[in-house]
T-cell receptor
């Protein structure tokens, strides 16, 4: 049973527009959430995170929103750039130092 | 750059042979992890370590063993490789010893078991 789900395997967006990536989770004990970006043939790189005590965290073009009651988080990328084309993973942490990852969403930003 | 290297970067082996993958870090981070990445499954934790000789299982540990005899090295061994273990393997370290856990990943090892 997947505790972290990314229901959209892929997303295509025009350059300059907003990309919205979604992630749902089932474990109410998760207290920290992260987004990673992955290019082909490279390891995932940390992008942005949010604590469960917050509902929004912003870093430049990237904003993560957390809706605890809905057990849902989203990543907004504004404006989208061709270099944002990658696979994005959401991840969640409960007690301990382990992360649970979603299946990933492949984003294609068209020039 | 978290100073993580993995070796080999690519390997092709045959079913039933033993395989060892190495993860090396240049800093003395306590926590190290091994994941596998497969299409549709994201990254799944195989084993992790919280110190020298201290390891524990992740969600997909069957068929894998690990060892950590030095802080900087974390080895993943497939005792008898199977085709289902064809995957991309990532090592990660956690730079936050307590509290929040932002993990940083190595470049990966692509393993093909024929």
């Amino acid at each position: 049973d997947q505790q972290v789900k990314q229901n959209s395997p892929s997303l295509s967006v025009q350059e300059g527009r907003i990309s919205i990536l979604n992630c749902d989770y089932t474990n109410s004990m998760f207290d920290y959430f992260l987004w990673y970006k992955k290019y082909p043939a490279e390891g995932p790189t940390f992008l942005i995170s949010i604590s469960s005590i917050k509902d929004k965290n912003e870093d430049g073009r990237f904003t993560v929103f957390l809706n605890k009651s809905a057990k849902h988080l989203s990543l907004h990328i504004v404006p989208s750039q061709p270099g944002d084309s990658a696979v994005y993973f959401c991840a969640a942490k409960a007690a301990g130092n382990k992360l649970t990852f979603g299946g990933g969403t492949r984003v294609l930003v068209k020039p | 750059d978290a100073g993580i290297t993995q070796s080999p970067r690519h390997k092709v082996t045959e079913t039933g042979t033993p395989v060892t993958l190495r993860c090396h870090q240049t800093e003395n981070h306590r926590y190290m992890y091994w994941y596998r990445q497969d299409p549709g499954h994201g990254l799944r934790l195989i084993h992790y370590s919280y110190g020298v000789k201290d390891t524990d299982k992740g969600e997909v540990s069957d068929g894998y063993s690990v060892s950590r005899s030095k802080t900087e090295d974390f080895l993943l061994t497939l005792e008898s490789a199977t085709s289902s273990q064809t995957s991309v393997y990532f090592c990660a370290i956690s730079v936050s010893e307590t509290g929040y856990n932002e993990q940083f990943f190595g470049p990966g090892t692509r393993l093909t078991v024929l």
